[in-house]
């Protein structure tokens, strides 16, 4: 049925306030992010089912950039349409992209930043609580069977042994086609949509003095073909800033790096740090479009490839595997976060209160990290 205007603006509306709001909040890293957006578009506002939001979160995993803002880029192209897809991708970048450039203007004028310790004390642990029922949510979805459950026990385990994160999604998606293919008796898999779109290319970055066009192209390499976390990042970006074209030192980059895990949101806004530093106001526009816009791209070829990979029982099985094993990932790094969340009475009842709440009341998540918030505010004044 098509949309009216005043229903497509309406669609728009919800849109743009859900992901502003989650760009205000989303605390935590990916795994923290996919939380939220689920309780969100899933459980509160019954925009997508728990199938529908898996699958956009197995299509993020396959193509390089940051995986939750690639999810919040599918939710609003899903609810909205192409507006819906910038809408959504740009809000959720904004208000970290806003913190990141104001916290480099500091940085530049003082040579710090400011320290903002007092406040993640109290929203991790709350983070942890948020992300461990998602998953157990997600999970009831995407264990299908004792295969899919060993798939993602194992991609726990190797991912906690070193193993590189998409080498286990496409190890994954492709263990669970081929054994299921074996079930039914078949030999010969078909072409999988998708895989084209794994290899982007390079684009080739400028050497020489910081200029404008150079760090775009910089930062637009950077955005069409890296995998993978934060750390993956900050390893591409001392390839090219600090080894080969020496524009930043390794100092510089801990603390851009540092930033974009203080802010909300993702954590690729550290290119709007960077940007600001090299090139002021300027540079911190331009580089945070470069590393954003493949992935604006990328979402806009895969979505309407979305709905054929669960329709086809290769590309199906394929999906399937990499849901469980993005699960399985989700899971080690909730683990990783959780260590350094909870180092305290405070912190561990934080973190048991609001899974209590979580289970019992079904309140929204947004409210529970305000109170974290509140908490480490509270914390820091009574001198801890």
Known sequence: MRETGSTAE???????????????????????????????????????????FLDLLGASNL??????????????????????????????????????????????????????????????????????????????????????????????????????EIVLLLGAGVVVTLVRAAWRGRSRPRVLGVVPLLAAPALPAAAGAVDPIGL??????????????????????????????????????IDAVAVGQLTPGPVFTTATFIGYVLGGVGGAALSTLGIFLPSFLFVAVVYPLVPRLRGSPWTSGFLDGVNVAALGLMLAVTWQLGR????????????????????????????????????????????R
């Not at 743009?16 to 969100?40: Q, S, T």
């Not at 997600?138 to 993602?152: K, Y």
Request: proline share 3%; aromatic share 10%; glycine share 10%.
């Open 10 to 52: 309406a669609s728009l509306g919800e849109v743009a306030a859900l992901f502003l709001k989650l760009g205000c909040v989303a605390f935590g890293g990916p795994a923290a992010h996919i939380a939220l957006m689920r309780d969100e578009v899933v459980r509160r506002r019954r925009w997508v089912t728990e199938q529908q």
């Open 63 to 164: 193509i390089p950039g940051p995986t939750s803002t690639e999810l919040a880029i599918y939710l609003g192209y899903a609810r909205a349409g192409w507006r819906g897809l910038i809408l959504a991708g740009a809000l959720f970048i904004l208000p970290a992209a806003l913190i990141s450039l104001a916290l480099a203007w500091a940085y530049v004028r003082y040579g710090s930043t400011p320290e903002a310790t007092w406040l993640l004390y109290g929203i991790k642990p709350v983070i942890i609580a948020v992300v461990v029922q998602a998953i157990w949510a997600l999970s009831r979805t995407a264990v299908q069977g004792r295969l899919s459950a060993a798939i993602g026990a194992l991609v726990l385990v190797l991912y906690a042994l070193g193993f590189n």
């Open 216 to 253: 775009f192209l910089v930062f637009l390499k950077i955005g069409a073909v890296l995998y993978g976390s934060g750390y993956v990042l900050l390893a591409f970006l001392r390839n090219d800033l600090v080894l080969r074209l020496g524009w930043l030192t390794d100092r510089q980059l």
């Open 340 to 383: 350094s969340a909870v180092v305290d009475w405070l912190t561990a009842a934080l973190a048991l209160g609001a899974a209590a709440v979580l289970v019992m009341l079904r309140v929204n998540s947004v409210w529970l990290i305000a109170g974290g918030a509140v908490v480490g505010l509270v914390a820091r004044w009574l001198g």
